[in-house]
């Protein structure tokens, strides 16, 4: 878990992952070993690890499925000024192809204009299992930071994700146009919570995305359910 003394957390460096839409995919080049940087559309599972929705056609496919090393880099950059001041983190693991399932369902929160491809043949999600991460918020925030800490266990809210996310569209539609209109600044109406996780919610309307932060990490159901509601009484303010 989170190491007290740390200048940036494993909990901050996660967050960067959950806020991020896009980001820089290293592989190795199957046939001649050399680094290959990509540009790619990126979305977490209820964990935080990275994951991609990628097709064979692409030589990071073929460079994954020949050499499963990678590493996925995002970063927020200020609008002026230098811009590594910016916070950014490197994620370092070994790639493994994984089913749809819930994930093509998180992905589509995150990007709902790859519902056009993401039934393709040819296209699959691949996630990353984290070894390692190196985060960077700025001089004298530099962090190496172990997978546990910034991706702990999140079993309880992998499970519950999928009803939580139904109970709340179905019984709490109100609520969610208050989370979008009163706590993002959205216009409200037509919201859905698309995906839940420990550190947030995904809100999407067609193909309009919000990210509704959590203020701390949740990892039960009580928490889940408390923070939810504390957010509804704010949004009611």
């Known amino acids: 878990m989170m190491n007290e003394r740390r200048s940036f957390s494993g909990d901050e460096a996660r967050n960067l ?8 995919l290293a592989t190795i080049n199957a046939d001649d070993g050399v680094p290959y940087a990509s540009l790619v559309n990126l979305a977490t599972d209820v964990q935080g690890c990275p994951v ?11 460079n994954l499925l020949a050499d499963p090393r990678g590493s996925v880099m995002v970063a927020e950059v200020p609008a ?6 910016g916070p950014r983190v490197t994620v370092m693991g070994r790639f493994v192809k994984v089913e749809q399932g819930s994930i093509n369902r998180r992905y589509l929160a995150r990007h709902p204009a790859a519902e056009l491809y993401a039934g393709f043949g040819d296209f699959a999600f691949w996630r ?40 709340m569209n179905d019984d709490h539609a109100d609520a969610i146009q208050r989370y979008a209109g009163k ?8 919201w859905k919570i698309a995906a839940l996780d420990p550190d947030g919610a995904d809100l999407r ?10 203020e701390t990490p949740v990892y039960t159901g009580g928490a889940l359910r408390s923070t939810l509601a504390k957010l509804g009484e704010r949004s009611r303010e």
């Open 183 to 190: 706590l993002l600044g959205a216009t409200p109406g037509g």
């Open 128 to 167: 990353l299992e984290p070894e390692r991460a190196h985060a960077v918020a700025g001089f004298g925030r530099i962090e190496t930071i172990p997978a546990d800490e910034m991706f702990p266990s999140a079993d309880e809210m992998t499970a519950l994700e999928e009803s939580a996310v139904a109970h």
């Open 205 to 214: 309307r067609g193909e309009e995305v919000l990210r509704l932060p959590f």
């Open 17 to 24: 992952l959950r806020r991020a839409r896009t980001g820089t």
């Open 52 to 62: 991609l929705l990628i097709s064979t056609l692409a030589w990071h496919t073929r």
């Open 80 to 85: 002026s000024g230098d811009a590594l001041t």
